[in-house]
């Protein structure tokens, strides 16, 4: 069998294109383009070969590409999959994708693509079969916006094919990775994984302010372009419904009050971004 089960995602820049084109002649975008291209490609890197420590022994066997997990990059896209027998397959992998896009974010360059499941063919030089084909056309023509996108029905079979999210523990995890959209489809939910930061209770508010300087600017300079300010909107509203939301997780140094968790409440709902902000000069 060439075929086997697998979950898969295909992902991509949002406005490549454009922004090689207008690079021509600015060192600065150009060091942005390559350092999103070291991201991108870095998964390859350390899923081929691994990165010493304690995956040292991993990378003399070929990394955790000896195990089934592949990723294929080229140009500003990648494939990642798991062996859809891999316990936790499709929770390890919507991890690897919040990394990726928190770590472009951070560049100020948004991404999006899709997760399937179901058979395809993935080695060191090709990936193919259905479940990929079905990825690409989600990406292409469904997740439109800087999002990941997943069918509620490869949501339910990811879940039932993976021992370790049986309990109602790990589902919770699970859960807390992905937005339920408007439109049925699940997306990954990266802008509140905190916990995905070094030192989140000094790091992840950085992050966010970064992140909030980047929208308010593109939803300025692209007012005029009704495609590219679409995608800069959407990210806005649902920046705004994560840090609105009353369930929204505050990391905190260590035991503080309430008095003191109200003030560094206060702090991140500070970074709501009014829409009239977008009009500003």
Known sequence: MVYEERVLAFVDIIGFR?????????????????????????????????FGGEDAE??????????????????????ISYPLSYDGALFYLILD????????????????????????H??????????MVKAYEMENKSAIYPR??????????????????????????IEELLNEDYDGFFSVDYLRQNQEFDYPEYTYYEWLCGIREMLIKNLNDNQMNSRVFAKYYWLMEYWNRVLSDDHFSIPVDGDV???????????????????????CV
């Open 18 to 50: 454009d922004m090689v084109t207008k690079s021509e002649n600015n060192n600065a975008l150009q060091e942005k383009i390559s350092q999103a291209m070291d991201i991108i490609h870095d998964y390859k890197a350390l899923n081929d070969k691994g």
């Open 58 to 79: 991993k990378a003399q066997n070929g990394g955790l590409r000896s195990l089934g997990i592949q990723v294929t990059t080229f140009s500003d896209s990648a494939i």
């Open 97 to 120: 994708l919040i990394h990726m896009q928190m770590n472009l974010l951070w560049l100020g360059i948004l991404m999006r693509g899709a997760i399937t499941i179901g058979k395809a």
């Open 122 to 131: 993935h080695d060191t030089y090709n990936a193919f079969g259905p479940a």
């Open 148 to 173: 990941i996108i997943l069918r509620p029905e490869d949501l339910k079979k990811g879940l039932a094919k993976s021992p370790s999210f049986h309990n109602e523990y790990d589902l919770e995890l």
């Open 257 to 279: 009050n309430e008095s003191e968790l109200q003030k560094e409440r206060d702090r991140y709902m500070n970074l709501i971004i009014d829409p009239r902000e977008i009009f």
